[in-house]
């Protein structure tokens, strides 16, 4: 599962943890995948897919360089299956409409 952190010195991040199926507990503890200690960019509104050919997932989220814009780009980040190794940020997306509503999906080969 992914999510978007909101604190309140206006810090936004995306964490991201694995859960068993069965739901009865975390296989990972949450890790950080995109963070902005400085307070002046924005991360929010995550989704994320599993790539089976590659055992890795994509992580996308909407990107904005000011924290007050409603408009940005989507970014996102290839992500170990076990969580473990980060791919490096990488713009999917740039537009200047909303791109608040995104999804992501993988096939069987992709």
Same mark, same amino acid.
């Given at each position: 599962?992914?999510? $978007? ?6 810090? +936004?991040?995306?964490?991201? @943890?694995?859960?068993?199926? &069965? ?11 995109? =963070?902005?200690? =400085? $307070? =002046? /960019? ?13 055992? !890795?997932? #994509? ?5 904005? *360089?000011?924290?007050?814009?409603? @408009? ?7 992500? $170990?299956?076990?969580?473990? =190794?980060?791919?490096? !940020?990488? @713009?999917?997306? +740039?537009?200047?409409?909303? @791109?608040?509503? #995104? *999804?992501?999906?993988?096939?069987? &080969? /992709?």
């Amino acid at each position: 599962m992914v999510w $978007a952190n909101v604190w309140g010195d206006g810090v +936004h991040d995306i964490y991201a @943890q694995r859960r068993h199926s &069965d739901g009865s507990g975390f296989l990972v503890n949450h890790v950080a995948i995109a =963070t902005d200690p =400085t $307070a =002046t /960019e924005l991360r929010s509104i995550p989704d994320v897919a599993y790539n089976a050919a590659r055992n !890795e997932y #994509l992580i996308a989220y909407n990107y904005s *360089a000011s924290s007050i814009s409603t @408009q940005g780009e989507i970014h996102g980040k290839v992500v $170990a299956a076990n969580l473990s =190794t980060l791919g490096s !940020e990488r @713009q999917i997306c +740039h537009n200047s409409d909303d @791109q608040g509503r #995104l *999804a992501v999906a993988a096939g069987p &080969d /992709e």
